[in-house]
């Protein structure tokens, strides 16, 4: 069955003319019976489609893994390395440099000290020196680590490594010149330095961990 375009009654399918109107049809009534049967059928195939679609929503939704939330990192450490640890770095390097720059790391006997030992007084004002430049680092650092700079970390270890050098360094130059202290510099120092090891490869590990805060 078509509808005429003229009055809308109904006609029938290949019929010219409306019955009530007498208006002339032609092809019209079967274009318009095709075209409400095509929609009858979108419809359907919209209203099958729609509850299918549905449950595969539900099936994926029910099929997503839960995800786990992100563990927090704790930062006591890294509040400790800000506000005291590097602050007091710089004050130790500072107080080094001073009284190796000045031999009063010998107290009164640096006249005597440096009389006998002559290259001695060459070594203090080298690694006196490099002390000073390390404590005006660590302070340098502490700022970079507390604005959360990229580079922050970076500084960080690479102030313990150079701190690290200076002290293999200065063992190293001091024991050959002065036979005497050997034994004294290495019962002294030797178990210093152990600790920096262990305690530059836990801050590598650790900031590490959170290199992704550090992104100014």
């Known amino acids: 069955m078509g509808v005429c375009n003229n009055c809308g009654n109904q006609i029938s399918d290949g019929q010219l003319t409306c019955p009530v109107c007498g208006a002339y049809t ?4 079967q274009a318009n019976n095709q075209a409400s049967q095509q929609n009858m059928y979108n419809q359907q195939g919209m209203y099958n489609q729609a509850p299918q679609q549905n449950m595969y929503n539900q ?3 029910y099929n997503q893994t839960p995800q786990q939330p992100q563990k927090e990192l704790g930062m ?3 509040h400790f390395v800000i506000y005291f640890q590097l602050f007091v770095s710089a004050l130790v390097g500072l107080w080094n440099g001073f009284q190796l720059l000045t031999g009063r790391i010998y107290g009164e006997n640096t ?3 440096y009389s006998y030992f002559s290259g001695l007084k060459g070594v203090d004002t080298i690694i006196g020196i490099c002390y000073i430049a390390i404590a005006i680092f660590a302070l340098v650092t502490r700022f970079m680590l507390a604005d959360f700079k ?3 970390p970076a500084m960080y270890i690479g102030m313990q490594v150079a701190g690290l050098i200076i ?3 200065y063992i190293a130059s001091v024991t050959s010149i002065v036979d005497g202290l050997t034994e004294y510099i290495a019962s002294s120092t030797y178990g210093t330095m152990a600790v920096s090891i262990v305690m530059l490869i836990c801050n590598i590990v650790y900031f ?6 550090f992104d100014r």
């Open 59 to 61: 099936q994926d939704m």
């Open 111 to 113: 006249d005597r000290v």
């Open 26 to 29: 032609g092809a019209g009534a």
């Open 208 to 213: 590490k961990k959170r290199k992704h805060l």
């Open 167 to 169: 002290s293999i360094a």
């Open 76 to 78: 006591k450490w890294f």
């Open 150 to 152: 990229k580079c922050g």
